[in-house]
């Protein structure tokens, strides 16, 4: 079973109560009137930490019901309407791969040394990580669960620029175990956002993504564990 996320279906701001001010009334009214529109928006939390995680949940389950509709964690930052499923096995690769990279970003050398490490990981630890770049709706989608044999101990690394952050994570419920959530939080905001990906390429935000994950992965577990990210 993979870690899970609610994300409430309305947006609740603490207004003081009636006998404390004359003009809640109108104000609740006037926020009702705006907010209504929008169900959707997850609520604001009074952690900033909490806050950040809420909101990145929303925009990674966003891009995962349409990319491998298995909705998780999540690195992307944004709040967008969910994308119709994508199942597509035609674009999986015919021999296994750790690495699927069907929107182009990386050279078949970066392919190769991000596999490498990925194996090396794999072995060291027995954590699992994935590594999907893409570009929606051009996605194998729902088809890379079963040809990964995604599972408790498995990270699905997917990238996509589609909402702004390009990083986004998919997170089994044992890594979520060990690996405080900031961390991959930290992880999008400091290599995913767009002004580092666009100014030094896609490429270059997936291969420091996969060298802090390795580097966290292999940190070991307690109080202080990926409180950075290297």
């Known amino acids: ?88 096995p035609e674009l999986l690769p015919k021999d296994f791969s750790t690495v699927i990279d069907v929107a182009g970003f990386l050279s078949d050398g970066q392919e190769k040394r991000l596999a490498q490490e990925i194996a090396s990981l794999e072995k060291d630890t027995g954590f699992k990580l994935r590594v999907l770049a893409q570009n929606y709706p051009e996605t194998p989608g729902l088809a890379i669960k079963d040809f990964w044999q995604v599972d408790d101990r498995t990270v699905v690394f997917v990238a996509d620029p589609t909402f702004g952050n390009i990083l986004n994570f998919n997170v089994g419920a044992t890594v979520d175990l060990d690996i405080p959530r900031i961390f991959w939080s930290r992880l999008a905001g400091k290599y995913g956002n767009i002004f580092y990906w666009k100014e030094k390429g896609e490429d270059a935000s997936i291969e420091a993504a996969v060298a802090a994950i390795s580097n966290c992965l292999r940190e070991p577990v307690g109080p202080s564990n990926c409180s950075e990210v290297k």
């Open 1 to 88: 079973m993979m870690a899970f996320l609610q994300i409430p279906s309305s947006l609740s701001l603490a207004l003081p109560s009636p006998s404390k001010s004359r003009i809640v009334p109108t104000l609740s009214k006037m926020v009702s009137s705006r907010l209504s529109p929008q169900p959707s928006v997850s609520p604001i939390s009074a952690d900033p930490r909490r806050c950040i995680s809420e909101i990145h949940a929303k925009s990674f389950n966003s891009v995962l019901s349409g990319a491998i509709a298995l909705g998780l964690f999540l690195g992307g930052i944004g709040l967008a309407e969910a994308k119709v499923g994508v199942n597509k």
